[in-house]
């Protein structure tokens, strides 16, 4: 039974608030570029009357536009690029920060796959699916990581994780934060 | 974990903005329809040649101030890159460039500049976009008032029409130079997708 979290964060590209803000800047290009060639063909044609000192305001207003739509476009897709890049950041901390912990603790491969699973939401019986494994092996081996990590429940393993980035904010070495200064995990 | 290494192979690509996919495709809607389909001169030729250029021009704003593999910073015209990305293609190197390869930034810049003289001589030629037909039409009229007078009556007649033949050719020419280099690009996409493995279309569908 696969497992996946129930959104997905958008990304920066396929945002709908920047393709509309792309089409808009399209039309508003467009239309500069048409009022433009009018008041330049004008000027060449009629020469300069008040009809066409209006039209070259609106033609520089539109252009404005265009520039500070850009502007804000460039803002609105480096802000959704940001939150990509801090959430890519933070997931691979939390590797490293997970990976250090089982290193700490003497985990197994075989404990170590277990205990991801379970950190990841799996249920016992999943987990036995996803390895081919009986529960009662699983079981056995979640039962060995909680004993190797000190605690009581899945819970309490998850909790372990939750309070080291909850105490301290999320830097690229996690991992060098000594663990005395974490939770009192009941060892 | 499967999820990161999917992302990896993602930005193998270069991921490209709304901004970028719609001036991308506008152009070559542009391109195929005056190039081959509408009628030389005709008002929606004209139309969409406008439109054209607004798109252009919109494109060069936003390689100034746009984000990321949009920008001209990102892909500077470099001949020596260029032959090292030959090189690459032939000792079938993979080397990841997030935004236009070397090969393709030149591309990019041969198609922009040629676009640049194809619509504004056609812009030059058509006058204002609201009467498209009176610059074709004046145009017509001084060719003949100097088949009247004859040329050397008028000189400076005779050297306005001259000026308007020059653009029509520069236009027209530089308009098929458009059209091959656009099917040298597609060519040019083709290839590259197809040695590095790497899709380079779907991003610029898709945006990565």
Known sequence: MPWRLPYRWSTA?????????????????MAAVFFVGDVVADVTFEGVDLHLVLEAVVAFALILGVVFGAFEMRRTLERAERSDT??????????DLIETRFAEWGLTPAENEVALLALKGFDVAAIAGLRGAASGTVRAQLARVYAKSG????????????????????????????????????? | MAGSEGQAAEREVPRW?????????????????????????????????YAAFAMLALRLVWGAIGT????????????????????????????THRSHNPLGALMAYALWGTLAVVTVTGIA?????????????????????????GEEDDEHEGAEDEAGETLEEVH???????????????GGVALESRVSGRNLVRPMVKGS
């Open chain 2, 125 to 149: 030629m058509a006058g204002s976009p609201l009467a498209p037909r009176a610059g074709d039409d004046v145009r017509h009229e001084r060719v003949a008032v100097a088949g009247d007078h």
């Open chain 2, 17 to 49: 903005d709304p901004l970028v996919r719609l001036t991308h495709w506008g152009i070559a809607a542009a391109v195929l329809l005056n190039g081959l389909i509408t009628e030389e001169g005709g008002q929606v030729h004209v139309w969409i040649g």
């Open chain 2, 68 to 95: 990321g593999p949009a920008r001209f910073s990102a892909f500077p015209p470099s001949l020596s890159a260029a032959r090292a990305h030959v090189a690459d293609i032939l000792s079938s190197r993979r080397r």
């Open chain 1, 151 to 187: 605690v009581a429940s899945r819970a309490e393993l998850l909790s372990i994780f939750m309070d080291d980035l909850i105490a301290a904010p999320v830097t690229k070495t996690p991992a060098d934060a000594g663990p005395a200064q974490h939770h009192p995990r009941g060892r």
């Open chain 1, 13 to 29: 590209l396929g945002g709908r608030r920047a393709t509309a803000l792309a089409l808009i800047l399209a039309l508003q290009a």
């Open chain 1, 86 to 95: 801090a959430l890519s950041a933070a997931r691979g901390a939390m590797t």
């Open chain 2, 172 to 186: 027209e020419a530089a308009a098929n130079l458009l059209l091959l280099l656009a099917a040298l690009h597609v």
